[in-house]
């Protein structure tokens, strides 16, 4: 497998959590913000919250509940959308996203973001960035009920947004959804090696990848 070749590609699948947009903001949320939240709202350490989520987090990874705000704010007592808007100003593209977009666009390659992220937070990102101005569609798994890393997302996708599987790239940092679409038939998969600007890069990947976009020929 190797990085794209832009004439064998129509359409751009594009995660948004640590590939268009930094991680940082959903890694601080999720391991600082909420747990200190919710050990004020529970009135115990941010240790013992801490440690207590920790045990939410096993056997939800993967599915649509470990994305779901809903779910979370179920599960903790408190408003996680909400939440969110507390650190809102963390929200920020990675590096040279915006050129690549553009790059896509003037190459008349269609661009699709394809999200786990619950629509309260992708509702947020754009409020804040406007990324949805920069690409042709988001779509948000909830939309379908079914995570990436489902082979049934993909089946959903297809209907509603009709793609050849074989001129179709998927760029994405999470490499059980890269497996997941590979599985599928999507030919073409990128991951990305730096998604979280505050943590080290990790380029322990079976898929080829980049650490930024400016490192793709065109």
């Known amino acids: ?6 004439q064998q590609i129509d359409t751009v699948l594009l995660d948004m959590d640590g590939t268009l947009l930094d991680l940082h903001f959903d890694t601080y949320f999720w391991l600082t913000h909420m747990p200190k939240a919710y050990a004020d709202h529970h009135d115990m350490s941010e240790e013992d919250a801490l440690a207590e989520l920790n045990k939410s987090f096993v056997g939800l990874k993967g599915t649509l509940n470990w994305y779901c705000l809903d779910h979370w704010s179920e599960l903790t007592g408190l408003p996680i959308a909400e939440l969110k808007r507390d650190v809102e100003h963390k929200i920020g593209f990675r590096p040279h996203v915006k050129d690549f977009l553009k790059t896509l666009k003037e190459m008349g390659k269609r661009t699709v973001i394809v999200t786990n ?4 937070s ?3 990102k754009m409020e804040h960035t ?3 101005q920069l690409v ?4 948000s798994s909830h939309d379908y009920q079914e995570p990436k890393e489902s082979q049934a997302f993909w089946d959903h996708l297809l209907r ?7 001129r179709t790239l998927l760029v994405d940092d999470s490499q059980a959804v890269l497996k997941s679409a590979e599985t599928w038939g999507i030919r073409w998969l990128l991951t990305i090696y730096h998604p979280d600007s505050q943590q080290p890069p990790n380029t322990d990947s079976e898929f080829p990848g980049v650490h930024h976009f400016d490192e793709l020929d065109f």
């Open 122 to 124: 992708v509702d947020l």
């Open 130 to 132: 406007q990324l949805d």
């Open 160 to 166: 509603e947004e009709p793609f050849d599987k074989h």
């Open 117 to 120: 992220a619950h629509r309260d």
């Open 1 to 6: 497998m190797s990085l794209p070749d832009w």
């Open 136 to 139: 042709d569609r988001v779509i």
